[in-house]
Nanobody
Framework: VQLQASGGGLVQAGGSLKLSCAAS????????VGWFRQAPGKEREFVAA???????YYTDSVKGRFTISRDNAKSTVYLQMNSLKPEDTAVYSC???????????????????WGQGTQVTVSS
């Protein structure tokens, strides 16, 4: 499975961005897809995930601001990010994995495939 993340950019605080993660080469509809982010000098952090059944999960700091969704017909997962804050600045990466259970969604090692990152910069 190959993953291609896109949609990052520079935005002012309070603004919005929509990230996309396009997949190819595998049974996309059976995969859980997650978004992670890593800021300079910090560890990779779980942001959100959507399971094969479209159930969604978020880290507390983005609940109510970010929305993850999937379009199986396009083999694409989206991350709509609203009310962006400077602390959201990071490189965002998408990842996919099969047969993930809910308790493991936030762990990078649970995922089998990773896309390249896309930079999100939020200015104050």
């Amino acid at each position: 499975v190959q993953l291609q993340a896109s949609g990052g950019g520079l935005v002012q605080a309070g603004g919005s961005l929509k990230l996309s993660c396009a997949a190819s080469g595998g049974p996309f509809r059976t995969y859980t897809v997650g978004w992670f982010r890593q800021a300079p000098g910090k560890e990779r952090e779980f942001v959100a995930a959507v399971r094969w059944n479209s159930n969604t999960y978020y880290t507390d700091s983005v609940k109510g601001r970010f929305t993850i969704s999937r379009d199986n017909a396009k083999s694409t997962v989206y991350l709509q990010m609203n009310s962006l804050k400077p602390e959201d600045t990071a490189v965002y990466s998408c990842a996919a994995g099969a047969r993930l259970i809910v308790s493991t969604l936030s762990y990078p090692t649970s995922y089998d495939y990773w896309g390249q990152g896309t930079q999100v910069t939020v200015s104050s």
